[in-house]
């Protein structure tokens, strides 16, 4: 792996006797994209600030290419922030905003004209150096946001749900081209969002935050197939959390009674004893029908179409509830309807509850 | 249309309701404008030898006012209201800044703090300050007890007491100006030019002021233009000794009984205030003042 831009090392804060962050630590890459994903309240927004040195930690150290940082004033940091609500000068250019930190470091003319024009070519905003930011629709800002924060040429930086005011088509547009700007300039991005697509779309990691800790970091792939806990399983993935009773485990493979059947799951390198309880996360497009007498048989309660998505709540012999769900809008089933349900023994994954 | 029976009912539309507005452009017509006109009459008029005027064109009233001595008592008062609205800017806009930043509680309690003294009558006011100023008064014993000075200071009745006075009678209009300002300014773009790379100071004198810069003039202009016209503080906490524009009209209106020139003198002193509004609308593009809701 290429070398450290940032650490963060047992960070703790608390506002008025609150704890909002309860001793967390990060390493970031040079050039690697990192989401902070959580819920509203979850400490992501503090934790930002704290990188950014707009807040002063209670405990724990923040570094910053190996030099410690976490008493540096912000403006003596190698690190910018895109705010959530923009925080664009509103008595300023376009180009004004964009040239501002330049500005303060005295470049020369040629250069600050240079950068500038160079970063509206980036957000694709060129022609608008004169425009004043309320004459601007919130793409724009965010574009502009950006363009001011990149013309440093930041070692990090630092995204507080940037996209969070956009339409939903702007977003999608906007999540592709901030990742490919990301590439492009190779500098640590730390971006906030409480959605998870967002998250599984951009990122090199993902840090799923919970109550002022990261819960699981780790790839997409493995925050979103292999989640540590339930809460990751639930927020990464919509999955469903079965609960049952270990039967047998063995070659990697766990067998479980759940609602009085037996099915299995993936043991991964946890140790399970028979008897144990067990608590197993399945994503609801890896739920299989299967003929009756074959699985765990299940009782047809709602039918939603969401998303492209058809979702079918069901509901277990032990009273719990499962959703399954199918591409496109499937007409055989209806509400009352009998059914059997059963999973590839892969797509079920043992989890620790914490919710 | 399913609309017609709410636009019937909407007052200004409805065809009687106008009348509704007849007594506030009476009041405004014959309270406001009306003495307004005369007073620019009059000071084209002539006077008479004892008492009143005489309808008699003249431009004698303007031209007593370059005589050195009258244009010199503009010039005290220009000074003196521009030291005045200095002071008050010097302390009004830290005032109104710190104002802004506290908790809604702190807010609402200042807020009352500077109101309360307002609801006693000014001149009441203005007489506590001779108790504290005067040979020998609050100010002198304090001092004296704690041994800073050896003799009563005789404050009253000098230039200072009169810049005392002003300052106390003006600060709160500078103060509530800044505070309005200040009060909606976004401090996260404090946040964003200090992440940017700007010092406290940098930030400040780059975003802050900028952004409460209206109120900061709306401020001056709230207190620059009364200072011009407070007589009675001069009269009460200067003596004789300092004598502003206001005074001399109130002089010649009620002890020379020259009304001609007292009008003549109101007008100049009306342009020069109306000079000043119409340069802050030049700077800040707006018509309302800060702070006047």
């Given at each position: 792996?290429?070398?450290?831009?940032?650490?963060?090392?047992?960070?703790?804060?608390?506002?008025?006797?609150?704890?909002?962050l309860?001793?967390?630590?990060?390493d970031?890459?040079?050039?690697?994209?990192i989401?902070?994903?959580?819920?509203?309240?979850?400490g992501?927004?503090?934790t930002?600030?704290?990188?950014?040195?707009?807040?002063?930690?209670d405990?724990g150290r923040?570094?910053?290419e190996?030099?410690?940082?976490?008493?540096?004033?912000?403006?003596k940091?190698?690190?910018?922030?895109?705010?959530?609500?923009y925080?664009?000068?509103?008595?300023?250019?376009?180009?004004a905003?964009?040239?501002?930190s330049l500005?303060?470091?005295?470049?020369?003319?040629?250069?600050?004209?240079?950068a500038?024009?160079q970063?509206?070519?980036?957000?694709?905003?060129?022609?608008?150096?004169?425009?004043?930011?309320?004459?601007?629709?919130?793409?724009?800002?965010?574009?502009?946001a950006?363009?001011?924060?990149?013309?440093?040429r930041?070692?990090?930086l630092l995204?507080?749900?940037?996209?969070?005011?956009?339409?939903?088509?702007?977003?999608?547009?906007m999540?592709?081209?901030?990742?490919?700007?990301?590439?492009q300039?190779?500098?640590?991005?730390?971006?906030?969002?409480?959605?998870?697509?967002?998250?599984?779309?951009m990122?090199?990691?993902?840090?799923?935050?919970?109550?002022?800790?990261f819960?699981?970091?780790?790839t997409?792939?493995?925050?979103?197939?292999?989640?540590?806990?339930?809460?990751?399983?639930?927020?990464?993935?919509?999955?469903?959390?079965?609960?049952?009773?270990?039967?047998?485990?063995?070659?990697?493979?766990?067998?479980?009674?759940?609602?009085?059947?037996?099915?299995?799951?993936?043991?991964?390198?946890?140790?399970?004893?028979?008897?144990?309880?067990?608590?197993l996360?399945?994503?609801?497009?890896?739920v299989?029908?299967?003929?009756?007498?074959?699985?765990?048989p299940?009782v047809?309660?709602?039918?939603?179409?969401?998303?492209g998505m058809?979702?079918?709540?069901?509901?277990?012999?032990?009273?719990s509830r499962?959703?399954?769900?199918?591409?496109?809008?499937?007409q055989?089933?209806?509400p009352?309807?009998?059914?059997?349900?059963?999973?590839?023994?892969?797509a079920?994954?043992?989890?620790?509850?914490?919710? | 249309?399913p609309?017609?029976?709410?636009?019937?009912?909407t007052?200004?539309?409805?065809?009687?309701?106008?009348?509704?507005l007849?007594?506030?452009?009476?009041f405004?017509?014959?309270?406001?404008?009306?003495?307004?006109?005369?007073?620019?009459?009059?000071?084209f008029?002539?006077?008479?030898?004892m008492?009143?005027v005489?309808?008699?064109?003249?431009?004698?009233?303007?031209?007593?006012?370059?005589q050195?001595?009258?244009?010199?008592t503009?010039?005290?008062?220009?000074?003196?209201?521009?030291?005045?609205?200095?002071?008050?800017?010097?302390?009004?806009?830290p005032f109104g800044?710190?104002?802004?930043?506290?908790?809604?509680?702190?807010?609402?309690?200042?807020?009352a703090?500077?109101?309360?003294?307002?609801?006693?009558?000014?001149l009441?006011?203005l007489?506590?300050?001779?108790i504290?100023l005067r040979?020998?008064?609050?100010?002198?014993?304090?001092?004296?007890?704690?041994?800073l000075?050896?003799?009563?200071?005789?404050?009253?009745?000098?230039?200072?007491?009169?810049v005392?006075?002003?300052?106390?009678a003006?600060?709160?209009?500078?103060?509530l100006?800044?505070?309005?300002?200040?009060?909606?300014?976004?401090?996260?773009?404090?946040e964003?030019?200090?992440?940017?790379?700007?010092?406290?100071?940098q930030?400040?004198?780059?975003?802050?002021?900028?952004l409460?810069?209206p109120?900061?003039?709306?401020?001056v202009?709230?207190t620059?233009?009364?200072?011009m016209?407070?007589?009675f503080?001069?009269d009460?906490l200067?003596?004789?000794k300092?004598?502003?524009?206001?005074?001399?009209?109130?002089?010649?209106l009620?002890?020379?009984?020259?009304?001609?020139?007292?009008?003549?003198?109101?007008?100049?002193?009306?342009?020069?205030?109306?000079?000043?509004?119409?340069l802050?609308?030049r700077?800040?593009?707006t018509?309302?003042l800060?702070?006047?809701?």
């Amino acid at each position: 792996m290429s070398q450290t831009i940032l650490q963060l090392q047992n960070i703790e804060k608390s506002f008025d006797g609150t704890p909002v962050l309860r001793g967390i630590s990060l390493d970031a890459a040079a050039g690697e994209f990192i989401t902070l994903l959580g819920s509203s309240g979850c400490g992501k927004t503090t934790t930002l600030r704290i990188i950014a040195g707009l807040e002063c930690p209670d405990a724990g150290r923040v570094l910053l290419e190996g030099r410690d940082v976490t008493d540096t004033p912000p403006n003596k940091r190698d690190v910018n922030t895109v705010f959530q609500n923009y925080a664009l000068f509103p008595h300023m250019t376009v180009a004004a905003n964009i040239e501002y930190s330049l500005k303060l470091r005295r470049r020369p003319k040629e250069e600050i004209a240079r950068a500038v024009a160079q970063a509206l070519e980036l957000v694709q905003l060129t022609g608008y150096e004169n425009r004043m930011p309320g004459q601007l629709s919130g793409g724009q800002k965010q574009r502009v946001a950006i363009a001011r924060a990149v013309v440093n040429r930041p070692r990090v930086l630092l995204l507080d749900e940037p996209l969070g005011a956009l339409d939903l088509q702007l977003r999608r547009q906007m999540q592709l081209e901030l990742k490919a700007l990301q590439q492009q300039l190779g500098i640590t991005f730390i971006y906030i969002t409480h959605d998870q697509e967002e998250a599984l779309t951009m990122s090199d990691r993902i840090a799923v935050m919970r109550d002022g800790q990261f819960v699981q970091i780790g790839t997409p792939a493995q925050v979103y197939d292999d989640p540590l806990t339930s809460f990751v399983a639930r927020f990464v993935g919509s999955a469903n959390i079965l609960q049952g009773t270990v039967v047998a485990a063995e070659g990697g493979l766990v067998t479980a009674r759940v609602a009085g059947c037996p099915v299995c799951a993936r043991a991964g390198q946890t140790e399970f004893r028979p008897g144990q309880p067990i608590a197993l996360a399945l994503r609801s497009e890896q739920v299989d029908f299967a003929p009756e007498g074959s699985g765990i048989p299940a009782v047809v309660k709602e039918k939603s179409f969401a998303g492209g998505m058809l979702r079918i709540a069901l509901e277990l012999p032990d009273g719990s509830r499962l959703v399954a769900s199918r591409h496109g809008i499937d007409q055989s089933l209806a509400p009352g309807q009998k059914l059997c349900v059963r999973w590839a023994p892969e797509a079920a994954v043992p989890v620790e509850v914490d919710d | 249309m399913p609309n017609r029976k709410n636009t019937r009912r909407t007052p200004l539309t409805s065809r009687w309701m106008w009348l509704t507005l007849v007594p506030l452009y009476l009041f405004t017509l014959v309270l406001v404008l009306g003495p307004l006109v005369y007073m620019l009459v009059l000071s084209f008029e002539t006077r008479a030898d004892m008492w009143g005027v005489i309808p008699q064109f003249t431009l004698a009233n303007y031209q007593n006012i370059f005589q050195p001595v009258y244009l010199n008592t503009f010039v005290q008062s220009l000074k003196l209201a521009l030291l005045c609205t200095g002071l008050i800017l010097l302390i009004g806009y830290p005032f109104g800044y710190f104002m802004a930043r506290l908790s809604p509680r702190g807010k609402k309690f200042m807020t009352a703090a500077l109101m309360i003294p307002f609801w006693t009558n000014s001149l009441i006011r203005l007489y506590g300050w001779i108790i504290v100023l005067r040979s020998g008064g609050t100010l002198d014993k304090v001092l004296m007890a704690l041994h800073l000075t050896q003799r009563p200071l005789k404050l009253l009745y000098t230039y200072p007491a009169v810049v005392v006075g002003m300052v106390y009678a003006l600060l709160q209009f500078m103060i509530l100006a800044v505070y309005s300002s200040a009060e909606k300014m976004d401090w996260s773009l404090v946040e964003a030019a200090r992440d940017l790379g700007a010092s406290p100071a940098q930030a400040f004198f780059t975003v802050t002021l900028k952004l409460t810069m209206p109120g900061l003039l709306s401020g001056v202009i709230l207190t620059f233009i009364p200072s011009m016209g407070l007589f009675f503080i001069a009269d009460i906490l200067g003596g004789n000794k300092v004598v502003l524009v206001g005074s001399l009209i109130q002089d010649q209106l009620l002890q020379a009984h020259n009304w001609p020139f007292a009008a003549a003198l109101s007008v100049v002193l009306m342009l020069l205030t109306s000079l000043m509004i119409g340069l802050y609308k030049r700077v800040t593009h707006t018509t309302r003042l800060e702070g006047l809701l």
